[in-house]
């Protein structure tokens, strides 16, 4: 480090953070020697597991092959490849594949595709996106307008692009169906009074999270909510976007997570797990009815990464692919996922601020709170996700915070739970250990009476 300067600018410039050297398995390891469990699968990006050097030696041996190309002069084989084996996964109804560098990158690229399609289909005046408050599509200026995460969009608001946000479907904390018996869809049907808002003759685009991660982690909709979006967004020619970066490829137990809701969307971006960390890689996946209409008309996507399908990264995407599919990772986190969820249920019957376990596959919210019965949040200087999330790490233990909102209508403290595919009983079951620890010691610094006791 040259003197006298910092060197990295990190995103929070007064924490102290450890060095890491090495990753294995499920565990990464610091320059001190300690031993981490990544029950986070670092910003759930690892899916394959840390350390796994066949696909470094995989990509030596590939030697000059593997060489930088610029996309809109050349292809090259890697990215030919890695878009069929995705294509094989995919949605019947998709036809072609746009690789990113990142899931920002990916999201924004989907919303000048929808406004490209309309332009070409005749329909120039169709621009306009609909999103969903606590949905998340990344940090860039397009996809953080976008993104309904409030805490992070306020300090930016006089950059963000004009996006109408939409409730999500937040069952434990639904304003429509609080004095109901039961969900009414009212939350989706929100999406037919945004567009009539706008107008449907300016709306090109709905994007949502099939699963809601980080925000307000494991968040996912009963079992005709996409069925109805879907509806909606036909009767009104508006594209549907399926943001899957966090919950794809994977994570919620299926290639694609839209598939448990059997709906097609217009097109679905994909992150993290497609490259499980061992290269920058994300993916816009474009449906034929998309696809047909650029090709029908222009013929050309006005749109340019310089690093998108950059030889190296699909090289090891393919890779990646390789390895989940022979060691059946596009499933395993449904399998594995159930012992996780059962597991955080029984923790929750002896921990009293444990408000809601939620979540599919190996994406797992948990919302704590103080008063089940109520459902109030804890004030925010109680911190009880900073306290979880720390307590956790000094055991050794890796979880995400949720983004704490504060109130009773948008959430408290909250943690995601979201390991590599490859973790095991045992490792899942240190995991639980350490958050049961956390809770007992939170428990006792509270003291007693503090919690009224209601089932979940």
Request: aromatic share 8%.
């Amino acid at each position: 480090m040259i003197a006298n300067r910092p060197g990295v600018l990190y995103r929070d410039l007064n924490a102290e953070r450890p060095t890491i050297v090495r990753g294995s398995g499920v565990y990464l390891y610091d320059s001190d020697g300690r031993r981490y469990l990544d029950g986070s699968a670092s910003a759930s990006v690892v899916g394959i597991g840390h350390g796994r050097t066949e696909i470094w030696e995989a990509l030596a041996e590939a030697g000059d092959a593997v060489t930088f190309v610029y996309g809109s002069s050349f292809t090259h084989p890697w990215q030919e490849k890695l878009a069929h084996r995705i294509l094989e996964l995919a949605p019947a109804n998709m036809a072609a594949v746009y690789f990113t560098s990142g899931g920002s990158e990916a999201n924004e690229s989907a919303w000048k595709l929808a406004r490209q399609y309309f332009v070409e289909t005749g329909k120039p005046q169709k621009y306009k996106a609909i999103a969903r408050w606590q949905g998340y599509h990344g940090v860039t200026l397009a996809a953080l307008s976008l993104s309904g995460r409030t805490d992070w969009r306020r300090l930016f608001s006089p950059l963000l692009l004009p996006v109408t946000h939409i409730a999500p479907p937040y069952a434990y904390r639904c304003q429509y169906c609080a004095q109901q018996t039961g969900c009414t869809l009212a939350c989706a049907d929100d999406l037919e009074r945004a567009i009539l808002h706008e107008g449907p003759e300016t709306v090109a685009l709905f994007i949502a999270e099939p699963v809601i991660g980080t925000s307000v982690p494991g968040v996912a909709p009963p079992a005709d909510y996409y069925a109805r979006i879907r509806e909606i967004c036909d009767r009104y020619d508006v594209l549907f976007v399926a943001d899957e970066v966090l919950c794809g490829y994977g994570r919620c137990g299926r290639p694609f997570a839209i598939a448990e809701w059997g709906v097609e969307p217009d097109i679905v971006t994909l992150g993290k797990a497609i490259a499980s960390g061992y290269a920058p890689l994300a993916a816009m996946v474009v449906s034929e009815r998309v696809r047909k209409g650029l090709a029908e008309g222009t013929g050309k996507f006005v749109h340019g990464l310089t690093y998108s399908g950059m030889p190296s990264s699909c090289f090891i995407g393919l890779a990646v692919h390789e390895i989940m599919r022979r060691e059946g990772l596009f499933t395993r986190a449904g399998e594995i996922g159930s012992l996780l969820r059962d597991k955080l249920i029984g923790l929750a019957a002896h921990h009293d601020m444990i408000g809601e376990v939620r979540g599919r596959g190996l994406l797992y919210g948990v919302e704590f709170v103080a008063d089940r019965r109520s459902r109030s949040p804890f004030q925010r200087s109680h911190g009880i996700g900073r306290r979880v999330v720390e307590g956790m790490r000094a055991r050794g233990v890796i979880v995400a915070p949720g983004i704490t909102a504060g109130d009773g209508r948008r959430g408290g403290d909250q943690i995601q739970i979201s390991p590599p595919f490859t973790i095991r009983e045992a490792e899942i079951g240190v995991l639980i250990g350490a958050l049961d620890e956390v809770l007992t010691e939170i428990d006792h610094d509270l003291g007693p009476g503090h919690f009224r006791r209601q089932s979940l």
